[in-house]
Structures are given as structure tokens and as C-alpha cells.
């Protein structure tokens, strides 16, 4: 688990998110999420397969990671089951880290992941670390 001044640093450092299941529609947490990050001034791309091509936060929406290509850091609002994919996408376009959103969980995953330098959050929401954290 990382500590409160890893949490900040990589908060602090990060640009540019790819938010993989991103939500078109209001009441859902990663659009909420994702319109929190984007307003706090990081560049959030969206990643939907059946969104793909429509545009939010000011981003055409990608059908994929491999379409969105290297950004700092991938946001996971994905299945525990379904995490470890994601992560193997993120480690293959270069991400710096891999944040996996409240309730997602997948150790195999975050250990291929630091094993290929990525830093790695699990079961935590950025939305809710950056005011917690005074940022």
C-alpha cells in the first residue's frame, strides 16, 4: 500500500490519465471521477470500447489503451477480474502507473506491474486521495 507521501507524489507528477471504463452517463463513479480529475487539470482521455469515437472532457474517446498510446498514469474502473488486462495494456504503452479504483483488486496484476517499474495503487479513488491529501 503506498504511503500518504507516494499518493501525493505520484498526484503531483502525473498529467496525463487514461481513464479505462469511462461512463457517458452522469451518475456513474468514472464519469464522475473523470470529470473531477479533468477539472483539477489533468488530461483525461477516456477509454470505452462502445463509446469510441464520441467526444468527453474535451477527448475523442478511445476503444483501447493501444488507441490512447503512453500517458503517466491508467485509471482502472474495470472489474477485479478484468484488471489484470488493463494492466498488461498499461505496462505495454508505457504507462508510469497504474491506479486501481475502489473495490478492484488484483495482486498478480500489480506485481507484473512493479516488476516492469510501474508504481501501483490498488482498492483507493484518486477523487478522493487529492482532497484528503490537501491537494
Known sequence: MPTDAEL??????VKTIALVGWSPKPDRPSHRVAAFLAARGYRVIP???GQAGQEAL??????SLAEVG????????RRSEEAGAVVDEAIAV???VVWMQLGVIDEAAAA????????VVMD?????????LGL
Open 47 to 49: 477509454v470505452n470500447p
Open 58 to 63: 474535451g477527448e475523442v474517446v478511445k476503444a
Open 8 to 13: 501525493r507524489d505520484i498526484l503531483t507528477t
Open 112 to 119: 507484473r506491474a512493479r516488476a516492469a517499474g510501474l508504481r
Open 124 to 132: 483507493r479513488c484518486p477523487a478522493i486521495e487529492i482532497p484528503r
Open 94 to 96: 508505457g504507462a508510469k
Open 70 to 77: 503512453p500517458v503517466d498514469m491508467v485509471d482502472i474502473f
